[in-house]
């Protein structure tokens, strides 16, 4: 998979851009904050239609755009990939109502014909690396739960199915603990919401064992590799509803073992759930919330069973999430039949010569990678003479 042009309007520091793209690496070089991420991001957001900065959709359209009543900042890439040519659109849209107040939506063109917007998830693929992404080694578990969702919603629609009905239930079973523990009602109410978030929980969980288990052996190769043998990276997925039975005389498993949940199946996983979630009437009912479930799952990352996100150095968490990446690219290969597209954003800055040059000779055998840089000097001669050169200066491209 890899994009042959890109055209935005409005978005970020971007009021015009339109431009092919070359089939392969592209260096994307220029001074901090003249558009070079925001280039990540506009083709990132094609993947997902989240970003990995704006915490609103608004925050995405063009500062001077928004001084109109009616904004709309656009993203329209044509991509190919293994079933064709397509041309994917996302129009970002802030109108003002007649009340005065600002509304804003989405909307989602494939080939000319509007999706709805989890339904574009997936349509194109990418895999970014930042470095703020070392939060997803370090920060709170709702981070590492989001990087799970976002990476199985690519290649799973049933996942994001699952996904959006069980946010929804959960909500209401919330609601609903809340007027049984303010009531004293009968907690048999409980019974429908009950079904709806084992159904779409157990499928969740069943989706993450699975993934994690491969991006795990992938990621352990890569990692192994770029420390030349001296570390060993292992996921472990700690799910809040264990559906494994813990062998005899241990009560729970720990850290640094992680366990082999892939010989379960989605019915027993299911079962388990629904039973656990009734066992727990009770102690929900007291605390008006819903205790056990994929809303509290857990993923940790270790490299020679030392947990990274409390105790590792950030050399140590780079590599990993570099690892990390890299096994995200091959493992959506593996499920799609198509490359995704690679970014990176300053991914040489911190690395040793040695390191940084197997990252290169890795970025060559994708099918497109744009690159950001400061720099043009961490890159060898020989990459820069393969690889396509733009120039960002304040939203503009000079060749």
């Known amino acids: 998979m890899y994009l042959t ?222 420390t030349r043998g001296e570390e060993i990276l292992r996921l472990n997925y700690l799910p809040s509803y264990e559906p494994l039975e813990p062998p005899p005389g241990q009560m729970a498993m720990p850290l640094d073992s992680p366990a082999d949940r892939s010989g379960l199946a989605l019915p027993d996983i299911e079962d388990g759930y629904r039973e656990n979630i009734i066992a727990r009437h009770s102690e929900d009912i007291l605390r008006g919330m819903t205790s056990l479930g994929p809303h509290r799952d857990e993923l940790r990352f270790l490299s020679n069973g030392i947990d990274l996100g409390n105790f590792g150095s950030r050399g140590q968490l780079r590599t990993a999430l570099l690892a990390l990446k890299l096994a995200e690219v091959n493992w959506l290969k593996g499920k799609n039949g198509d490359w995704p597209v690679l970014l990176l954003d300053e991914v040489l800055a911190e690395l040793d010569d040695t390191r940084r040059q197997d990252l290169l000779d890795r970025i060559v055998d994708t099918e497109q990678a744009l690159l950001t840089t400061t720099d043009l000097a961490l890159f060898s001669d020989d990459f820069r003479k393969s690889a396509g050169l733009w120039e960002i200066h304040q939203g503009e491209l000079g060749l």
Do not use: C
């Open 5 to 226: 042009h890109l055209s935005l309007t409005d978005f970020r520091i971007f009021s015009r851009f339109d431009q092919d793209l070359p089939r392969k690496a592209l260096i994307l070089a220029g001074d901090n904050a003249q558009g070079k991420t925001s280039l990540l991001e506009a083709v990132y957001y094609l993947s997902t239609l989240v970003s990995f900065q704006a915490s609103n959709t608004v925050n995405l359209i063009n500062f001077f755009a928004l001084q109109e009543d009616l904004a709309v900042g656009r993203i329209v890439a044509d991509f190919s990939r293994k079933d064709g040519d397509h041309r994917l659109e996302i129009r970002l849209i802030r109108d003002t109502q007649s009340n005065g107040n600002h509304a804003t939506r989405k909307e989602v063109l494939l080939d000319g014909s509007q999706l709805k917007v989890n339904a574009a998830i997936g349509q194109f693929n990418a895999v970014l690396f930042l470095p703020q992404m070392l939060q997803v080694l370090t920060g709170s578990p709702q981070r590492r739960r989001h990087y799970l969702d976002l990476t199985l919603s690519q290649v799973d629609s049933h996942y994001r199915e699952s996904l959006t009905e069980f946010t929804k239930a959960l909500v209401q079973r919330n609601a609903l603990l809340k007027q049984l523990n303010e009531r004293s009602s009968d907690p048999e109410q409980l019974a429908f919401w009950d079904e709806q978030i084992t159904q779409a929980g157990a499928y969740l969980m069943f989706s993450r064992i699975q993934a994690v288990r491969e991006l795990g052996f992938l990621a352990a190769s890569i990692h192994q590799e770029l």
